[in-house]
């Protein structure tokens, strides 16, 4: 039985547990997308009109949509996710501080459920040769993810010199991390659209200063929050786009039940061309569900996005 509360007990992404785990040897992760060997396949090359195959990609929760339920008691909350029909769940920032046993039954939880983790999001010290990085390549490992993704940029990243600096150390991390079979990545935010000196957008910058392999992984509602077209992104970045939050997004306030608090598909996303696109040219391997908060409860949040995505396929 997991001690959920004994190692997640207030969640936050940008907070983390401090607190110590026994080393233990590294463990050989499952292939990524074991069982899945269409997972990832792209559509045939032709316009963003092609029929999207469902089967192909499997749908996932970023963890933070339930964030007080998972809170309260883990085992039950990833238990009820799968219920729902999730195949994938992506831990944010609070994992890193679990013991490597305590991510070992979570792993063996995941397994009985027919869960997948395939990423993580992680504070900057995991991309920082040393003890952190060490850690988060043997949670990731026991988890069986693949993609390491940096949540936010670190404090006092100002200016087109210090974001690609930190593309520089990104760009670092990667090559540590390619010898462990993980990924590195980076998850945008609404300001990371924002343009700097001469004009270039943060993330314009960020993708110029990391290597191809570099994932870029899109958080769709933020993107539209501010003003960008997510398509033209994809467009521009051919197969970095391996994996994507799908969090919707309304012109409002959240006062008024707008904003991010509209669930998939009540929001102004062009998601039957941008998911084409995703397909066809982003590279793009699973999505990922993300809500910050509704009308709803947090699990009915969850249950109502995933029928809602499982509609959209059905007629796309």
Known sequence: MLHAKKSINSLSRRNFFKHSAAVVASLSAHHFLEGNSAVGASLESGSGSSKLSPKKY?????????????????????QAVAKMGYEVVEFYAPYSGWSLPYAKEV??????????????????????????????IELNQILGARQVILSSAPGGTKGVDGWKRLGDQLTIAVEHLKPHGLSAGFHNHQTEWAPLEGGQRIMDVLAASTPHEFILQLDVGTCMEAGADPIAWVKAHPGRIKSVHLKEWAPGKGSDEKGYRVLF???????????????????????????????????????????AWKSFRKGA
């Open 107 to 136: 792993r063996a939880q995941l397994d009985d459920l027919g869960l997948r983790c395939y990423s993580t999001h992680n504070h900057y010290d995991s991309f920082t040769p040393g003890d952190s990085m060490a850690k988060a």
């Open 58 to 78: 499997p749908i996932g929760l970023e963890l933070y949509s339930v964030r007080g339920e998972l809170g309260r008691d883990l085992p039950k909350t990833i």
């Open 265 to 307: 598909g009540e929001g102004i996303t062009p998601w039957k061309e941008l998911i084409a696109t995703l397909e066809s040219v982003g590279g793009v391997e699973y999505y990922l569900l993300e809500q910050e908060g509704s009308r709803y409860s947090e699990f009915e949040t969850a249950q109502r996005c995933l029928d």
